[in-house]
């Protein structure tokens, strides 16, 4: 450890990427008395939580229909499986993204066509999506990224052109908005994750799908349970994706207060736009922004070094212990398992760009404004020290906790 990353961490305690425990500290008792009323059930699967839980999260997505299952990567294999796609189908992602998005299609021996993203929004070109369509492409397959809509309108404009299905990968996009319709609500399924780390996040692993067709609703959940119905009788092969209701009584919990949670997190995310901006750094760090129309529920806070700066930036901060993390170094099609795809790493510009300036910050409910000073400051003292043209270190620096916590 050098002596100025020594000083960086003497003075502060240090900010986690993450803090799961002050979000959800206040529901202790209410959890565990949930928990204890499943026990004393005995409907372990599938059980009366699950159904309130899927009510409530159609009604919040604005659609009519919710079926649970086991996890956000399974719903995104259901709904693939729901329009029977196969080998010999291709289904159009972003590159820039978790890897269960493409996973799920290769599971069903289709191929994923990688597209590029905007630099923007880091969501999916809708003028690339154009250009890699083919007489194979089976479905769009858009990933509403870090808590921000894609492009909708123009995405369902070519799917109608080509008569295909829009799956949306709403994972980390619970209660977006894009021009007033919910993640969710506006192609054939979207699919959602519970994962702890989403902002309505589960005790484990859980997953949904959300959409307005009665009939797909009926579909999805045949296929989560074996594709049986009535018992013992199985008209289609489908796979065993059933939410439990331990995860579900934790989340109809938790689910009155995403509404306040997301507002928090949309307050910090304009006091991150703040201090950076009123220390001058906005000049050599690029800020995230809700694009035109948008309602963005920053369940990531990602900004952009560029200059390659972003690795040096990121372990000056380790040692300060701040906690940050890259989401995502690679964009999949440079991942090793798709090297038969036979894309080049630049193939796809602004995913390549991206993966190497891209880091995100600390955003959760209960971060402090202290230790958003923290944050920004470190980042200000690194970028000073490196010669971020005559960048000052920002006042705040010194005095991290001269304000009182925010909430």
């Not at 240090?14 to 928990?35: E, K, N, T």
């Not at 799920?104 to 590029?116: E, H, K, M």
Request: with cysteine; proline share 6%; hydrophobic share 40%.
């Amino acid at each position: 450890m050098t002596a100025n990353n020594q000083s960086a961490s003497g003075n502060s305690p240090g900010v986690p990427i993450l803090d799961l425990g002050r979000q959800s500290a206040a529901l202790g008792r209410q959890i565990a008395a949930a928990l204890a009323r499943v026990c004393e059930s005995g409907q372990f699967v599938l059980g009366p939580e699950v159904s309130e839980l899927e009510k409530g999260i159609a009604d919040y997505c604005r659609v009519e229909h919710a079926v649970g299952c086991a996890s956000g990567s399974d719903a995104l294999l259901l709904a693939l499986m729901t329009f029977d796609v196969g080998p010999g189908d291709e289904v159009i992602v972003p590159s820039f993204t978790f890897f269960a998005t493409a996973s799920a299609i290769t599971r069903l021996g289709a191929r994923p066509v990688f597209a590029d993203i905007r630099p923007d929004s880091f969501n999916l070109d809708p003028a690339d999506v154009r250009r890699k369509l083919s007489p194979a492409t089976r479905a769009i397959l858009p990933v509403h990224l870090f808590g921000q809509c894609a492009d909708m309108t123009a995405l369902d404009g070519i799917a109608d052109e080509w008569d295909l299905p829009v799956i949306e990968d709403a994972a980390q996009a619970m209660g977006a908005e894009f021009e007033g319709q919910r993640a969710g609500s506006m192609g054939q399924i979207g699919c959602f994750s519970f994962y702890p780390t989403k902002n309505l996040g589960g005790a484990g692993d859980g997953g949904m799908l959300t959409t307005r067709s009665a009939d797909l609703a009926d579909r999805l959940r045949l296929l989560r349970g074996h594709g049986m119905q009535p018992r013992y009788y199985h008209s289609v092969v489908g796979i065993n994706s059933r939410l439990d209701s331990f995860q579900a009584a934790v989340l109809n919990c938790k689910l009155p207060h995403l509404e306040p949670w997301t507002r928090e997190r949309q307050k910090l995310a304009e006091q991150y736009a703040e201090l950076f901006v009123a220390e001058g750094l906005d000049r050599n760090v690029v800020l995230p922004q809700p694009m035109r129309g948008n309602r963005h529920v920053w369940n990531q806070y990602v900004i952009r070094i560029p200059d390659g700066r972003r690795d040096a930036l990121r372990n000056f901060l380790t040692e300060a212990r701040i906690g940050t993390e890259i989401y995502y170094p690679l964009g999949l099609h440079e991942q090793e398992c798709f090297r038969y795809l036979d894309y080049a790493p630049t193939d796809l510009p602004q995913t390549y760009r991206a993966s190497r300036e891209v880091l995100a910050l600390p955003i959760f409910p209960g971060l402090t404004v202290a230790e958003q000073e923290q944050v920004v400051g470190r980042i200000a003292e690194f970028l000073n020290r490196a010669g971020g043209h005559g960048i000052p270190a920002p006042k705040f620096l010194k005095y991290p906790a001269r304000r009182k916590a925010a909430g």
